[in-house]
């Protein structure tokens, strides 16, 4: 049985003089909706288990990390089990993206972008990896897994030691080298905060090359 308080009840707790339309009108709405839900039986809350299951986001900063850990030494073998196939065996690519190497490849004639050369921050390669990865199976890997198949990426790149432990505090603190290589691409059309017209070494290199 649901305990649902009544159109009388969230009147008198939310609208004592029922004074503002916007108020009448949300009223309204929550008197129509449990009508709907009571007549055609649809709708109903969702747990906060179930949230969880889309609440993935994980920004720059390590924001939205989840609990967990993973090593260098599990991700190698959960690796070579699951992400191999396409990406070979250290990460040099094939019928995916090559993951490792190019270093201070970007501003050549010949960029090569990789996780270490390219990716500016390493908590939104474990939200990739989570969402994405692998190809065909996506989000059938363990937040432990994620974090010890990331851990292992960062160390193909010499971006962590052998033995090194993931989880959202050492995640957050890794420092990726193309961490400032990034640059605002003003358009005409967009309104550009002040200060823009700094450009990075890199992006000077980039143009010039051009
Ligand atoms: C069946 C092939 C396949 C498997 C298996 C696979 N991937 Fe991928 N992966 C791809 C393809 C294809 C892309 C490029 C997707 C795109 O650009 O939309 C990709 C992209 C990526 C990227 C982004 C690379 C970049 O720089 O943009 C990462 C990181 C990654 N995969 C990690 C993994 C990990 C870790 C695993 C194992 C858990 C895995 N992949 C398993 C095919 C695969």
Redesign the pocket.
């Known amino acids: 049985m649901h305990s649902r308080k009544t159109p009388h009840a969230l009147t008198k707790r939310f609208c004592p003089t029922l004074a503002s339309l916007g108020c009448a009108a949300m009223l309204l709405t929550a008197a129509q909706s449990t009508h709907a839900e009571q007549k055609f039986g649809f709708g109903h809350p969702i747990s906060q288990k179930q949230l969880a299951a889309w609440d993935i986001n994980v920004f720059a900063d390590g924001g939205n990390l989840p609990a967990g850990s993973g090593t260098v030494a599990q991700g190698r073998d959960?690796?070579a089990q699951?992400?191999a196939?396409?990406?070979g065996a250290k990460g040099e690519g094939g019928?995916?993206?090559k993951?490792a190497g190019g270093k201070n490849t970007l501003a050549s004639d010949k960029p090569v972008?990789?996780?270490g050369s390219?990716?500016p921050y390493a908590p939104t390669?474990f939200d990739?990896?989570r969402r994405a990865?692998?190809?065909?199976a996506p989000q059938t890997?363990s937040n432990d897994q994620v974090y010890a198949?990331t851990a292992y990426?960062l160390q193909l790149n010499g971006l962590v030691p052998d033995d090194a432990t993931m989880d959202a505090k050492s995640l957050a603190a890794i420092r990726m080298p193309n961490r400032d290589g990034f640059v605002p691409d003003p358009r005409p059309d967009v309104p550009q905060p002040a200060g823009d017209e700094k450009k990075s070494a890199q992006h000077k290199a980039i143009e010039q090359a051009h």
């Not at 990865?133 to 065909?136: A, E, H, S, V």
């Open positions: 959960l690796y699951q992400c196939s396409c990406h019928l995916g993206d993951l972008k990789t996780v390219y990716w390669l990739y990896i990865m692998p190809l065909t890997l198949v990426v």
